[in-house]
């Protein structure tokens, strides 16, 4: 005979469920807001090309803007399959230009995720930042800024809804952790942790 089971508990576990969903580091996760990855390893570049690779298979564009020094971990993007072709990859140094690539990107509503990677004590004005986030909800659009500092210093802005610091675990001789402390989250509150696995050599920064 099949068990009954109450009312509270499928309450509890939907609960559960939405929670679970909602600490995920995923494209649907950042949809229509402005977020940051910041950090001084490579795991956030990491993040960011799997985040591209997921826009792509959902048949969304993306595109890449900021600095092309430290770009790709080339077998983490062969891995993962993405469309080289079909990705705009920008080099602009300066956070102002790189910026304001991204307001023009936005504004055309084609694309499901913006990345611009900063350079070190960047700064974008503020009028500048409220337009990004003002476009990347109309369009439903991602905008995630890879930023490269310490988690002891300040968001990008106030206006970035999504900050976690990205940096590396060892998991053996061949796999690599990227360990996400969430540090904002205007929604869930600060605190919580993601980890994706990565393969790749010890020893990469």
């Known amino acids: 005979m099949a ?15 939405r929670r679970e969903s909602e600490a995920r580091w995923d494209l649907s996760t950042l949809k229509g807001k402005l977020s940051e990855l910041s950090g001084q390893s490579a795991a956030g570049v990491s ?7 997921q826009t792509q298979r959902g048949g969304e564009p993306a595109a890449w803007i900021g600095s092309t020094s430290r770009l790709f971990y080339p077998p983490d993007a062969v891995g993962w399959g993405i469309d080289w072709e079909a990705l705009p990859i920008i080099g602009l140094g300066d956070a102002r230009q790189a910026a304001r690539a991204a307001d023009k990107l936005l504004r055309s509503g084609a694309f499901g995720l913006v990345v611009v990677d900063l350079p070190p004590r960047a700064f974008v004005p503020a009028p500048l930042l409220g337009r990004l986030m003002h476009l990347a909800e109309t369009h439903r659009s991602a905008l995630l800024f890879l930023t490269q500092k310490p988690s002891t210093e300040d968001s990008l802005s106030s ?5 976690a610091q990205a940096s590396w675990a060892s998991v053996d001789a061949r796999q690599l952790r990227a360990q996400l402390d969430i540090i904002k989250d205007k929604r869930r509150g600060p605190g919580h942790q993601h980890l994706e696995d990565y393969h790749g050599p010890l020893g990469l920064h």
Do not use: M
Request: hydrophobic fraction near 60%; glycine fraction near 0%.
């Open 47 to 53: 993040v960011a090309l799997r985040l591209i690779a």
């Open 159 to 163: 206006l970035i809804a999504l900050r």
């Open 3 to 17: 068990s009954l089971i109450s009312l509270p508990h499928i309450q509890r576990a939907t609960e559960l469920e």
